[in-house]
T-cell receptor, first 113, second 113 residues
């Protein structure tokens, strides 16, 4: 079966712009979580959606937002991009919620110049 | 505040020998721990997990040990193979009704042929 699909794979944006990243979970999975990976910081939790509702949010500024659609696909948006937003953004899906691990996509590499 | 710490950024091991990756945590409320492996340009892949009610879990060449009193877990890989060369992340969860995982910063394992 198809895995978690993230688009686009690579993105270059200019400071001040906004960006939208997309994630299609594994078919049947209802939970989607987003993480930011930067060198030296590991993976930092952004937010989790389950059945179109945000269940949890990490410690990121309000410029980072997300949503989930009725087909479980999710998008995250970053407004007013800063250089420090350059990172690998990873999406993960699971059947249910409960913190027992999930399947990650390959990520979107965002570079802000 | 880094609740999950991997103090060794890198580890080099000879093929066939044992690899031991370590992880410390500070929050005694974590009830589930996971290890993920990550290759460049790919998302993390789930490797093995352990519940806080156990102190050991085995899956083939991979064994995870949990020492709750020391708030320490370790991943043993025996025997190590060149294909095991990757970044290994430990993660912790509060379980319950959230999918939020707290990740360490990762350890780069290099298995030398």
């Amino acid at each position: 079966k198809a895995g978690v699909t993230q688009t686009p794979r690579y993105l270059i944006k200019t400071r001040g712009q906004q960006v939208t990243l997309s994630c299609s979970p594994i078919s049947g999975h209802r939970s989607v979580s987003w993480y930011q990976q930067t060198p030296g910081q590991g993976l930092q939790f952004l937010f989790e959606y389950f059945s179109e509702t945000q269940r949890n949010k990490g410690n990121f500024p309000g410029r980072f937002s997300g949503r989930q659609f009725s087909n479980s696909r999710s998008e995250m948006n970053v407004s007013t991009l800063e250089l420090g937003d350059s990172a690998l953004y990873l999406c993960a899906s699971s059947l249910m919620t409960g913190g027992y691990g999930y399947t990650f996509g390959s990520g979107t590499r965002l570079t802000v110049v | 505040d880094q609740q999950v710490k991997q103090n060794s950024p890198s580890l080099s091991v000879q093929e066939g020998r044992i690899s031991i990756l370590n992880c410390d945590y500070t929050n005694s409320m974590f009830d589930y721990f996971l290890w993920y492996k990550k290759y460049p340009a790919e998302g993390p892949t789930f490797l093995i997990s352990i519940s806080s009610i156990k102190d050991k879990n085995e899956d083939g060449r991979f064994t995870v040990f949990l020492n709750k009193s020391a708030k320490h877990l370790s991943l043993h890989i025996v025997p190590s193979q060149p294909g095991d060369s990757a970044v290994y992340f430990c993660a912790a969860s509060f379980g319950g009704a959230t999918n939020k995982l707290i990740f360490g910063t990762g350890t780069l394992l290099a298995v030398q042929p």
